[in-house]
């Protein structure tokens, strides 16, 4: 938008395009007017000029993480380069109890997991995964450190050809234990 004022012997003009915002009060209208229609073509004549948009790329999958995972940058790193590096992915979240112990003797309570349920329900929910890659392994739990090897030693020995990366977050969940998986590899997208 252009809008010039000429008023005895003064011009006052603002010029107003994308990318330009100029203002202008000059005293001296006769000598000057041809050097603000000069500003003016040169203004015109500029090529338009697109915005630029820069985006990052998050899987499409991402909303069916959990916020821990989604909050820390080493895995959702090791995400987004293996998602570009392996056609296909598969996503599964294992949810097992916990069981809490009381100690009379040493007074205190603390949660583990059932060995023989947490085998079978590893082995059921990563029936899929052998022809993965790459792979994260998050756990999110109260149990102690051992609890948790464990448990990802069962997921390497079920997924023995994948480049496994763990990340551990130590966080009562409803006294469960929550094991998210991301697999990458040569199988169908997954629809989520």
């Not at 003016?40 to 790329?57: F, G, N, R, V, W």
């Not at 380069?81 to 979240?93: D, I, M, N, V, W």
């Not at 583990?112 to 790459?134: H, I, Y």
Request: with cysteine.
């Amino acid at each position: 938008m252009r809008r010039v004022l000429i008023k005895r012997g003064q011009i006052r003009a603002r010029i107003n395009v994308p990318g330009v915002s100029l203002d202008l009060d000059v005293a001296e209208s006769a000598s000057s007017l041809r050097e603000i229609r000069r500003i003016i073509d040169s203004i015109q004549a500029l090529p338009a000029k697109e915005p630029e948009i820069t985006m990052e790329y998050e899987p499409a999958f991402g909303w069916a993480f959990s916020e821990e995972l989604r909050s820390s940058p080493a895995a959702m790193d090791f995400i987004r380069q293996a998602s570009r590096a392996e056609e296909g992915t598969l996503y599964r979240k294992i949810c097992l109890d916990n069981i809490r112990v009381v100690d009379t003797f040493k007074k205190e309570q603390y949660s583990t997991l059932d060995v023989g349920r947490t085998k079978e329900q590893v082995s059921t929910n990563l029936s899929e995964g052998s022809n993965a890659r790459f792979g994260l392994v998050h756990v999110m739990s109260t149990v102690s450190k051992d609890d948790k090897a464990l448990l990802v030693d069962l997921i390497r020995k079920k997924l023995s050809n994948v480049d496994l990366k763990t990340h551990f977050t130590h966080k009562d969940v409803l006294g469960r234990t929550v094991v998210e998986v991301v697999l990458f590899g040569h199988f169908p997208r997954e629809e989520f």
